[in-house]
Every structure is written in structure tokens, then in C-alpha cells.
């Protein structure tokens, strides 16, 4: 299927659905494996919370296009060059801290654009935006929390959390490579960039977390549809059932 995009609102649109989406099913992937059980319900509903995220926004994204194609079909039809989700949100569950620690930092994001979005001359994206925001300030507080506790804890917990540190920040780096239609939605991208490194940065010296420098790696960039080598299995885990059985109703 053809997913050619017309406006550049749908495809500004489209990078923070897709981001939600994958978010979500890496969190889904997460559900009975959560350290107690209370954790667990936090993770799902997390999750949860990403899915409903997207889904607003692919119905955003589809009226805009004059609904020549279908929510659904942005999730399950798509292959895997037509998403353009953040690579960090794609990197997979190795342990409970790259959990957390991935949701740290795609909060903070989350949080300044979103924040951003309150200013959407599309009064649907600004009404969404006021929703999300609550959402993020809880998900945001959650992980934040964990950092604390896994950060100034056991000496394995703080040696976990360093360790998806380490990795995870690589894929950083091209989140504040904004293009032309990035600074077209968003009013003030510089200083989306400022908060974000002056959270981290407070956070992981409060916790006794080390900030690496990690030297520029030239990925190709998700914007281009460009993935790390996650993405393809994971896609082929949630698309799944769809494309199976195409015909299927539910």
C-alpha cells in the first residue's frame, strides 16, 4: 500500500504517533515481567497510555489527509522504512533499568514537546496535548523515581543503570537533529534541546549516575525511516495477526 503523506503536518504528526506506538509495544512486551506486581500494572498502564497516544494522533494524521487511508492501516500495513519512530524507543528490554532509563529519557522529550503543542494552531492537537501532558507528568515522575532508587541503591542496581546508560545514549543524538518541518511544529527547538540536557544532566548527578560522552556516530537518521537492527522483530511481532489474516474482523 501506498503511504504517501501530502502535508507536512502529517508527517511531523507521524513521527510522534510512530514513537508512541513502538514505545508502547516495548512496554506491552513487559507485562507479568515487572520486578512486583504493582510495577507490573504501572508498566501496562503505561503502555496503555502510549497505545491511546497514538491512536489519536493516527486519527489526527488520517483527517488530515482527507482519510484516504485508515488508523489501522498505519499500524499494521506499514513495513518498516514507513515508520518514523525515535531509535531509542526501539532498543530492546535487556533488563529493568534499560526499561526505566528509556522511559526517562523519552519523558523529558515527550514533556517539552508536548508542551510545545499547547501552541498547534490545529485546535485537535492542542486538545490532545492537554491530555497527554497529565499522562507524561505521571509516566515522567515514575521513571524519575526509579532512577533515584536504582541509582542510589545496591551497587548492582546502580552498575545496571549505568550500563543502559551507557548504550542507550547513542541513540540521543539524532532526536536534536530538528529538520525544517520539526521547526515548523514546534516554536522553540533549541530549547526543547536546553531542557532536556539540564533534566538529565541534574538528574543523573543526583543519583549517582555518570553522563558518557558519546562521540558523534553519524546513524542514519528516523526521520529518513532509517531503524536499529530491533525494529524489523519487533514489527513482525505486532503486525502479526493482520497480516496473517488480513480478512479478519474483530
Given at each position: 500500500m501506498?503511504?504517501t503523506?501530502e502535508?507536512?503536518e502529517?508527517k511531523?504528526?507521524?513521527?510522534i504517533?510512530?514513537t508512541?506506538?513502538?514505545l508502547?509495544q516495548?512496554l506491552?512486551?513487559?507485562?507479568?515481567?515487572?520486578?512486583?506486581l504493582?510495577?507490573?500494572i504501572a508498566l501496562?498502564?503505561?503502555?496503555?497510555?502510549?497505545f491511546g497516544?497514538?491512536?489519536?494522533?493516527?486519527?489526527?494524521?488520517?483527517?488530515?489527509?482527507?482519510?484516504k487511508?485508515?488508523?489501522?492501516e498505519?499500524?499494521?500495513?506499514?513495513n518498516?522504512r514507513?515508520?518514523?519512530n525515535?531509535?531509542l524507543?526501539?532498543q530492546?528490554n535487556?533488563?529493568f533499568?534499560?526499561?526505566i532509563v528509556?522511559q526517562?529519557?523519552?519523558?523529558v522529550?515527550a514533556?517539552?514537546v508536548?508542551t510545545?503543542?499547547?501552541?498547534?494552531?490545529n485546535s485537535?492537537?492542542v486538545?490532545?496535548?492537554?491530555k497527554?501532558?497529565?499522562?507524561?507528568?505521571?509516566s515522567?515522575?515514575?521513571a524519575?523515581?526509579w532512577?533515584?532508587?536504582l541509582?542510589?541503591g545496591?551497587?548492582e542496581?546502580?552498575?545496571?543503570?549505568?550500563s543502559?546508560?551507557?548504550h542507550?545514549?547513542?541513540?540521543?543524538?539524532?532526536?536534536f537533529?530538528f529538520?525544517d518541518?520539526d521547526?515548523t511544529?514546534l516554536s522553540?527547538t533549541?530549547?526543547i534541546?536546553s531542557?532536556?540536557?539540564?533534566e538529565?544532566n541534574?538528574v543523573?548527578?543526583?543519583?549517582n549516575?555518570?553522563?558518557?560522552?558519546?562521540?558523534?556516530?553519524s546513524?542514519?537518521d528516523y526521520?529518513?525511516?532509517f531503524?536499529s537492527?530491533?525494529?524489523g522483530p519487533?514489527?513482525?511481532?505486532m503486525q502479526?495477526?493482520p497480516?496473517a489474516y488480513?480478512?479478519a474482523?474483530?
Open positions: 501506498n503511504f503523506f502535508s507536512n502529517s511531523f504528526l507521524l513521527r504517533a510512530d508512541s506506538l513502538i508502547a516495548r506491552a512486551e513487559m507485562c507479568s515481567k515487572g520486578p512486583f504493582e510495577e507490573d501496562s498502564n503505561t503502555s496503555l497510555d502510549l497516544r497514538a491512536e489519536e494522533l493516527y486519527k489526527i494524521i488520517c483527517r488530515i489527509e482527507n482519510d487511508f485508515e488508523p489501522d498505519l499500524v499494521y500495513k506499514r518498516e514507513q515508520f518514523y525515535l531509535k524507543v526501539e530492546p535487556e533488563d533499568a534499560w526499561v528509556r526517562f529519557l523519552h519523558d522529550y514533556k517539552e508536548f510545545e503543542l499547547l501552541k498547534s494552531e485537535e492537537v486538545g490532545l496535548s492537554q497527554v501532558l497529565k499522562e507524561i507528568k505521571y515522567h515522575l515514575h524519575k523515581d532512577i533515584e532508587r541509582g542510589l545496591t551497587e542496581s546502580n552498575s545496571r543503570t549505568q543502559a546508560v551507557n542507550i545514549l547513542k541513540y540521543i543524538e539524532e532526536i537533529n529538520d518541518i521547526k511544529y522553540n533549541a530549547e534541546e531542557k532536556w540536557n539540564a538529565i541534574a543523573f548527578a543526583a543519583y549516575i555518570t553522563r558518557i560522552e558519546v562521540p558523534p556516530l546513524m542514519r526521520r529518513d525511516g531503524h537492527e530491533y525494529m519487533l514489527l513482525s511481532v502479526y495477526l497480516r488480513p480478512d474482523k474483530w
